[in-house]
T-cell receptor, first 113, second 114 residues
Framework: DAGITQSPRHKVTETGTPVTLRCHQT?????MYWYRQDPGHGLRLIHY???????DKGEVSDGYSVSRSKTEDFLLTLESATSSQTSVYFC????????????FGDGTRLSIL | AQKITQTQPGMFVQEKEAVTLDCTYD???????LFWYKQPSSGEMIFLIY??????QNATEGRYSLNFQKARKSANLVISASQLGDSAMYFC???????????FGAGTRLAVHP
């Protein structure tokens, strides 16, 4: 299994509070991604990174920011959480190359009350 | 715009029978890749199979095969000899937009009945 650890695995918080989710990899892969999964939508890309300090927006980036100060860590921050951000969040990594799949962490279930 | 469509929200199949999960895609790129992932009730995402747009043969991985019809823009997953452990959500995804980003379909929930 790819070495990807997401923390926390579960979190309940209140509207308006800041939240940071962490993704840690031990594979030294260049690319890292954050997705959210909601019923009826599959997985949607929030932000991605193609190197240390190199990040860009995905399809549903509003309300989220990311940082990657080290190859192994990719942080997702909700500056002021809203109930619409209640979701399951997945981190994924890829080493690049056209035929290389993304490998996913186990997900973080985030509930915003 | 690139898009993945999975038209079957739910499917069921008898154990030991084959089942086909549909996936159609839309892209103007000449080079792209198609992936299938399995998500069991425990929640993890498991990579199953990959098909490149220039691959002339359909991809196979054990009991999984991908029926790739490029002209019809379809990449259906075929599971042969279904097992109870195949009950899960299945997602079709396409690589697009650079940086190995994936675009996912909404998924198909498969139930395997004994």
């Amino acid at each position: 299994d790819a070495g990807i650890t997401q923390s926390p695995r579960h979190k309940v918080t209140e509207t308006g509070t800041p939240v940071t989710l962490r993704c840690h990899q031990t594979e030294n892969h260049r690319y890292m991604y954050w997705y959210r999964q909601d019923p009826g939508h599959g997985l949607r890309l929030i932000h991605y990174s193609y190197g240390v300090k190199d990040t860009d927006k995905g399809e549903v980036s509003d309300g989220y920011s990311v940082s990657r100060s080290k190859t192994e860590d990719f942080l997702l921050t909700l500056e002021s959480a809203t109930s619409s951000q209640t979701s399951v969040y997945f981190c994924a990594i890829s080493e690049g190359g056209n035929n290389q799949p993304q490998h996913f962490g186990d997900g973080t279930r985030l509930s915003i009350l | 715009a690139q898009k993945i469509t999975q038209t079957q929200p739910g499917m069921f199949v008898q154990e030991k029978e084959a089942v086909t999960l549909d996936c159609t895609y839309d892209t103007s790129d000449q080079s792209y890749g198609l992936f299938w992932y399995k998500q069991p009730s425990s929640g993890e995402m498991i990579f199953l199979i990959y098909q490149g747009s220039y691959d002339e043969q359909n991809a196979t991985e054990g009991r999984y095969s991908l029926n790739f019809q490029k002209a019809r823009k379809s990449a259906n997953l075929v599971i042969s000899a279904s097992q109870l452990g195949d009950s899960a959500m299945y997602f079709c995804a396409m690589r697009g937009g650079g940086y190995n980003k994936l675009i996912f379909g909404a998924g198909t929930r498969l139930a395997v009945h004994p």
